[in-house]
């Protein structure tokens, strides 16, 4: 018996799922067909289990997140909320880059943390009486034809498991009874949408005072993930310690910013990722003394160091990484530096733990940078305040769907099992500031993703070198091997 499994996956299309026959032989005086069934994949206009099963299980609205994951967030949301509450969370604005061409969209991250939707022009509502209510795109064939399917109000129902859904047009009509009878009405300020604000009954709640930000709910539910973000972010750190690995090798014969910061990205998506978490930082030389530096456009000279903040977004998560080395694989007079941002990096992640604070963490970071700099003759005064023009930032930020993610979570809140945090101390010397001339204009960072334990710390980005010595070996490879012969048959 032969059994033939065809599969095609595209959208829209019926698909043969099993046809099962026997091979004609003499033996047999006919060929025996069994029957065979279709199905037909519905686009809603983003990835789901039927139209890439690659990247989905069973029961899952976005890759990882699972339908009752995404349900039990709005059952913790109503809770979070005042009693007869109403909160509002439009998806993010299409940007424009020119008058016909938009910005490759990326959704807000409080409303697809709410409701799974991957695309723009809908407003999410949430209340303790009705559940989620998804007001969504009307049908628009016009618009479809140049941009494909966009998700309905079957797909709110279907899919999205909205409690309620309304199509955009019927906001108006539906909308203001439900802020009528909210008792203070929260909403997203940084998606803030005309289609509801502009709505009479929004305006008389935020003349009386009963509008609030709804930003202090959502950053409380995301500080902590779950298992499953976990996991996401575990693999978003990996696929972009994989890549940068394979950026610092490709440094070695093509030390140009611009290359560095095309094959970063290239690696990132190569592996699954969506995008990248920001615009690459590659600091060649005195650009690395520029924190978000973001012109990546010179070429690195023989004996500079290149500074690579780089990130990448794996179904809705992010990572976020720093590594500083010498294409060349020379270390020379910036070793002592590099040794103590290094040795404040390790020390600082073993402060990580439950009850530690970022703010504690980033003192501790000050006070080593402060006599670091002092030992090498960087500052004359370990306890000048011109130290800050060395290092104004923070010693890092929470992570997860955003960049720095959950923002009104304050830093000098005690973490807590699940919470992901950056360590990322640095050194960053302008031309212009009077230390020891071979020190001007010279950069240095070194970031980790760390995330919280219940013992402890668990670092993310561990498998990406940071030590001198693996720096080395991984630079200076091809010259080990061409010295000694037998290393080359060995490793082939």
Same mark, same amino acid.
């Given at each position: 018996?032969?059994?033939?499994?065809?599969?095609?996956?595209?959208?829209?299309?019926?698909?043969?799922?099993?046809?099962?026959?026997?091979?004609?032989?003499?033996?047999?005086?006919?060929?025996?067909?069994?029957?065979?069934?279709?199905?037909?994949?519905?686009?809603?206009?983003?990835?789901?289990?039927?139209?890439?099963?690659?990247?989905?299980?069973?029961?899952?609205?976005?890759?990882?997140?699972?339908?009752?994951?995404?349900?039990?967030?709005?059952?913790?949301?109503?809770?979070?909320?005042?009693?007869?509450?109403?909160?509002?969370?439009?998806?993010?604005?299409?940007?424009?880059?020119?008058?016909?061409?938009?910005?490759?969209?990326?959704?807000? $991250?409080?409303?697809?943390?709410?409701?799974?939707?991957?695309?723009?022009?809908?407003?999410?509502?949430?209340?303790?009486?009705?559940?989620?209510?998804?007001?969504?795109?009307?049908?628009?064939?016009? #618009?479809?034809?140049?941009?494909?399917?966009?998700?309905?109000?079957?797909? $709110?129902?279907?899919?999205?498991?909205?409690?309620?859904?309304?199509?955009?047009?019927?906001?108006?009509?539906?909308?203001?009874?439900?802020?009528?009878?909210?008792?203070?009405?929260?909403?997203?300020?940084?998606?803030?949408?005309?289609?509801?604000?502009?709505?009479? @009954?929004?305006?008389?709640?935020?003349?009386?005072?009963?509008?609030?930000?709804?930003?202090?709910?959502?950053?409380?539910?995301?500080?902590?993930?779950?298992?499953?973000?976990?996991?996401?972010?575990?693999?978003?750190?990996?696929?972009?310690?994989?890549?940068?690995?394979?950026?610092?090798?490709?440094?070695?014969?093509?030390?140009?910013?611009?290359?560095? @910061?095309?094959?970063?990205?290239?690696?990132?998506?190569?592996?699954?990722?969506?995008?990248?978490?920001?615009?690459?930082?590659?600091?060649?030389?005195?650009?690395?003394?520029?924190?978000?530096?973001?012109?990546?456009?010179?070429?690195?000279?023989?004996?500079?160091?290149?500074?690579?903040?780089?990130?990448?977004?794996?179904?809705?998560?992010?990572?976020?990484?720093?590594?500083?080395?010498?294409?060349?694989?020379?270390? @020379?007079?910036?070793?002592?530096?590099?040794?103590?941002?290094?040795?404040?990096?390790?020390?600082?992640?073993?402060?990580?733990?439950?009850?530690?604070?970022?703010?504690?963490?980033?003192?501790?970071?000050?006070?080593?940078?402060?006599?670091?700099?002092?030992?090498?003759?960087?500052?004359?005064?370990?306890?000048?305040?011109?130290?800050?023009?060395?290092?104004?930032?923070?010693?890092?930020?929470?992570?997860?769907?955003?960049?720095?993610?959950?923002?009104?979570?304050?830093?000098?809140?005690?973490?807590?099992?699940?919470?992901?945090?950056?360590?990322?101390?640095?050194?960053?010397?302008?031309?212009?500031?009077?230390?020891?001339?071979?020190?001007?204009?010279? #950069?240095?960072?070194?970031?980790?993703?760390?995330?919280?334990?219940?013992?402890?710390?668990?670092?993310?980005? $561990?498998?990406?070198?940071?030590?001198?010595?693996?720096?080395?070996?991984?630079?200076?490879?091809?010259?080990?091997? @061409?010295?000694?012969?037998?290393?080359?048959?060995?490793?082939?």
């Amino acid at each position: 018996m032969a059994t033939l499994l065809l599969r095609r996956r595209v959208p829209g299309a019926t698909y043969l799922s099993k046809v099962s026959s026997r091979v004609f032989s003499p033996k047999y005086s006919s060929i025996k067909c069994c029957k065979y069934a279709t199905e037909r994949i519905v686009d809603i206009g983003q990835p789901t289990c039927r139209s890439h099963p690659e990247l989905f299980s069973e029961g899952e609205i976005t890759s990882g997140i699972s339908i009752h994951e995404y349900i039990s967030r709005r059952k913790k949301l109503i809770e979070l909320l005042p009693e007869r509450s109403l909160a509002i969370i439009a998806s993010a604005p299409v940007k424009m880059m020119t008058d016909v061409v938009p910005y490759s969209f990326r959704q807000d $991250a409080d409303y697809l943390y709410i409701t799974g939707c991957l695309q723009p022009g809908g407003v999410a509502v949430i209340t303790d009486e009705c559940g989620l209510c998804m007001f969504m795109p009307d049908p628009d064939p016009h #618009g479809e034809a140049w941009e494909g399917p966009v998700a309905g109000v079957d797909a $709110a129902l279907n899919y999205f498991k909205a409690d309620k859904s309304y199509p955009m047009s019927k906001l108006h009509q539906v909308l203001p009874e439900m802020i009528g009878k909210a008792s203070k009405v929260f909403h997203n300020i940084k998606t803030v949408s005309t289609s509801y604000t502009d709505l009479e @009954s929004f305006q008389r709640a935020m003349n009386s005072g009963k509008v609030k930000d709804l930003s202090c709910y959502t950053h409380e539910l995301r500080w902590i993930k779950s298992p499953s973000e976990l996991k996401l972010m575990r693999q978003s750190a990996s696929i972009a310690c994989q890549s940068l690995l394979q950026t610092m090798l490709f440094s070695r014969m093509n030390p140009e910013e611009s290359k560095l @910061s095309a094959k970063v990205e290239y690696e990132c998506k190569m592996r699954g990722a969506q995008r990248m978490a920001f615009n690459p930082v590659v600091g060649g030389g005195a650009n690395g003394s520029v924190i978000h530096y973001s012109r990546n456009d010179k070429k690195i000279q023989h004996g500079d160091f290149v500074l690579m903040d780089v990130g990448c977004e794996l179904h809705g998560y992010l990572s976020d990484l720093t590594r500083t080395w010498p294409p060349c694989g020379s270390f @020379s007079f910036q070793e002592a530096l590099y040794e103590l941002v290094l040795e404040t990096n390790k020390e600082c992640i073993k402060l990580c733990k439950p009850g530690a604070r970022i703010q504690e963490i980033h003192n501790q970071s000050v006070q080593m940078l402060r006599r670091g700099c002092k030992q090498l003759g960087i500052l004359k005064d370990e306890r000048s305040n011109i130290y800050h023009q060395l290092n104004p930032t923070s010693i890092g930020h929470y992570l997860g769907m955003d960049v720095h993610d959950c923002a009104s979570i304050s830093n000098d809140r005690p973490l807590q099992p699940g919470v992901v945090i950056t360590i990322e101390p640095g050194i960053y010397i302008p031309i212009s500031f009077n230390a020891p001339e071979s020190y001007r204009g010279f #950069g240095i960072r070194i970031e980790d993703e760390v995330l919280i334990t219940e013992t402890g710390y668990e670092v993310l980005t $561990a498998s990406m070198p940071k030590e001198i010595s693996h720096i080395k070996s991984l630079l200076n490879f091809d010259n080990i091997r @061409s010295e000694i012969p037998d290393l080359r048959a060995a490793l082939s």
